[in-house]
């Protein structure tokens, strides 16, 4: 299990957790990010900023504060399960 | 609010970037019987429309991911819900996010007000290989589903039939149910409400509010109010968190997830197409850590060069009759009363067409573009990192970004951001953004005289000056800003038809309320000058305008009055100076010309912004940013001048 900052780029990954404060999760769920969603790291900017996050599950993108990704733990996908 | 009359109230409510907006002015611009302001001065657009012989209250609500506001735009919507209970809601879905969407359409449901589902945007979702089957969705969601495109107007005239039908006969709505177990707590929950509770739209949605709702001051007002009832409430979100180990209003969240995923799943079908659409392809370039940002800049002066290329030309096309027209006047009518007023008459409706509306049309244009498209979103991408140098994040910069346009609306448009913090410091920043008038008065003065290339500079330095500023503020905040979380919406080819639309809302929004004050302004100006008023007011403020700026004293109330509108200095500053807008430089220096620009542009913006942040953040913001404003104008104008003096 690592943060999704740490986690690789184009590979899916399964949400395990989401920290952080109520106020946080609220929007994070709201946007449709739960656990156990899929979801894709499509691009990082540059000089520690944001991450660009796709959700397969519900088929959107977000953009997130690196604090923010920092709160969502997720699994690497493994392709031959 | 008091219903103004016996009009059925339907309420367009959906999440953002949805395509709402263009569905409600499809319909009210066809059928409009009075106008609907653009978001200055009303949380929401209303407009009375007729369709077919009925007249429909019809009003657009800003978007909301779930009914659990959580930034003041959302609390908007919701706040209009519960207290002017409407008569229909149509719940406008994104059929390309049809999953995520459906959570919103499930919790309208809950309501169990009359709900029809638009879903809108099919054409997006068939190119994405999704095969949505209306019928089937119907028969889940137990609500009418149309298929409308708003940006073409495909399925309106089916919507409208289909309001029209619910609305008569009456649309019976009941919820959808969820797990046994959830069902049950909610259940105990609904038995236990007292018969006088404040029920908000009905017993099963008020418990599931009481659940979800983990706000300590909702859960001391319960405990004192009504002990018992919080001993219930805690019961059952105590047995909701056992069961499913996670807090209760996760639980609640997850069960609309799962049945929305659930939903989709049965009445779509996906066939995936090549996993590389062109919108990716694009998306990759212009969010490139590197290219973007070459991209990001590309478009910030080409946006200012077109503007430029097509302004200029036209300006000078149409000022030539204007100032024939006025030597003809001074020719016939001497020197007396009826010169002035005739002179001011003709310089406010000659300004506002020769000199504004060149500049203002193609820049509204190029804005509604950069909206439709969804630039604005990935513009708060990129710029993430560089808005947290300054205290802020991400989401600032669609709000200061729509200030290029009008400072007013993007102050409204703040709501979007969930703190208060962040609302107050992006709010004291736009006024330092230079709208349209002050873009029309830059390029005029600026780039006309001395050429594009300084008029760019200016705008750099004006951006430059945003950020040093935005950190100067935000050392005053101790408190953190919360962090970005900002959907992208995919990349759309925005709609000729919807651009033209928009434009022409803006546009004539200006003839209405800007013009007449542009030729108000005038005439008094030319009056003053008759009764030599002026000299007065320029005697007062010669310190400032002649001593410490170096400008002509006539220009003194100019600066009066551009307090009403900007460009108002701009036209009056030819009539006070006496000058036709070509001979300008005959009366005044560069020297000049930029110290003035550098004034306006950074002064307080106008009368309706100081209003609309008085009215939107407060009093206290209100006054601090017209002291700000003030400060940085004087401040840097003497800059200007001792820099420029050579």
New interface residues.
């Given amino acids: 299990m690592i943060n999704l900052v740490k986690a690789p780029q184009n590979t899916p990954l399964r949400i395990v957790n989401i920290l952080g404060g109520h106020g946080v999760r609220r929007r994070l769920f709201a946007l449709g990010f739960y656990k156990d969603d899929i979801i894709e790291l499509d691009s990082r900017s540059i000089l520690r900023g944001p991450v660009l996050v796709r959700n397969l599950t519900s088929d959107t993108s977000v953009a997130l504060g690196r604090g923010i990704a920092q709160k969502i733990m997720v699994e690497i996908i493994d392709e031959r399960k | 609010m008091t219903k103004e009359n016996n009009f059925p109230d339907v309420v367009f409510i959906g999440q953002p970037n949805c395509g709402k907006s263009t569905l409600f002015n499809v319909i009210a611009g066809l059928k409009a019987q009075t106008s609907n302001f653009p978001g200055t001065t009303v949380k929401h657009s209303h407009s009375k429309v007729n369709v077919e012989g009925k007249v429909l209250n019809i009003i657009d609500l800003p978007g909301t ?2 009914l ?1 506001p ?1 930034d003041p735009a959302e609390k908007v919507a919701f706040t209009h819900l519960f207290l002017e209970k409407p008569d229909l809601i149509i719940n406008v879905v994104d059929a ?2 049809l ?2 969407s459906l ?1 919103l359409t499930l919790e309208l449901i809950e309501l169990e007000y009359p709900v029809v589902v638009a879903l809108n945007m099919v054409d997006l979702a068939e190119k ?1 290989g999704m095969e949505i089957d209306p019928k089937k969705l119907e028969m889940l969601l137990g609500v009418p589903v149309i298929f409308t495109i708003a940006s073409h107007g495909r399925g309106v005239k089916e919507l409208l039939d289909v309001v029209l039908h619910s609305l008569e006969k009456g649309l019976s709505v009941s919820h959808i149910k969820w797990s046994r177990d959830v069902e049950e707590r909610i259940e105990e929950m609904e038995n236990q409400l007292p018969e006088d509770f404040p029920v908000v739209a009905n017993k099963r949605f008020t418990a599931i509010c009481m659940i979800e709702a ?1 706000r300590l001051l909702f859960d001391k007002m319960l405990k004192d109010i009504n002990p018992p009832l919080k001993i219930s409430l805690d019961r059952v979100r105590h047995d909701l968190e056992t069961m499913h180990n ?1 807090p209760a ?2 639980v609640i ?2 069960e609309r ?1 799962h049945l929305a ?1 659930k939903i989709f799943e049965e009445c779509t079908i996906v066939k995936r197409g090549k996993r590389t659409s062109w919108q990716e392809r694009i ?2 370039v212009i ?4 290219l ?2 070459i991209i990001l800049l590309a478009v910030f002066f080409g946006f200012f060069f077109i503007i430029f290329k097509i302004a200029s030309p036209l300006e000078e096309f149409l000022l030539e009759p204007l100032n024939n027209l006025r030597l003809f006047l001074s020719q016939k009518l001497g020197t007396g009363v009826f010169f002035y007023l005739a002179d001011g008459l003709l310089q406010g409706i000659g300004g506002g067409i020769a000199i504004v509306l060149p500049y203002f049309i193609p820049l509204i244009f190029l804005m509604s573009f950069l909206e439709d498209i969804g630039y604005l ?1 990935r513009a ?3 710029m ?2 560089f808005m ?1 140098k300054i205290g802020l ?2 989401k600032s910069v669609s709000p200061l970004i729509l200030g290029f346009g009008c400072n007013v609306p993007a102050i409204v448009s703040t709501r979007i951001l ?1 703190s208060r913090r962040d609302r107050i410091i992006t709010s004291l920043l736009i006024p330092f953004i230079p709208c349209a008038a002050r873009t029309t008065i830059i390029l005029a003065l600026v780039a006309f005289y001395l050429g594009p290339l300084w008029a760019m500079g200016f705008y750099m330095f004006n951006v430059l000056l945003v950020a040093v500023l935005g950190r100067v503020i935000t050392f005053f905040f101790k408190t953190q800003s ?9 990349l759309k080819i925005p709609s000729l038809k919807n651009m033209m639309r928009k434009t022409y809302f803006q546009l004539r929004s200006f003839l209405k309320f800007a013009w007449p004050i542009l030729v108000a302004g005038s005439i008094v100006l030319g009056l003053f000058q008759y009764l030599n008023l002026d000299q007065f007011i320029n005697l007062i403020l010669s310190p400032l305008v002649e001593k410490s700026l170096g400008l002509p004293r006539e220009l003194g109330v100019t600066l009066v009055f551009g307090f009403l509108r900007k460009e108002l200095s701009l036209i009056m500053m030819l009539q006070a100076l006496g000058v036709s807008y070509q001979d300008l430089m005959t009366v005044i220096s560069k020297e000049q010309l930029i110290v003035f620009t550098v004034f306006i542009s950074f002064f307080v913006p106008c009368l309706s912004t100081v209003a609309i942040l008085w009215k939107e953040i407060g009093k206290r913001i209100a006054f601090l940013s017209m002291v700000l404003n003030t400060g940085v104008a004087i401040l840097f104008s003497l800059l200007a001048r001792l820099i420029f003096r050579g």
């Fill in positions: 991911y779930s659990n959580s390309s996010i999953g995520r959570e994405k983990n996670a209003y996760e969240a997850a997830h995923l998306d990759d969010m490139h850590p590197f973007g940002y979103a708060g991408f990129l993430d990192t947290h994040h991400g969930e919360p962090g970005l979380i900002l959907e992208i919406p995919s």
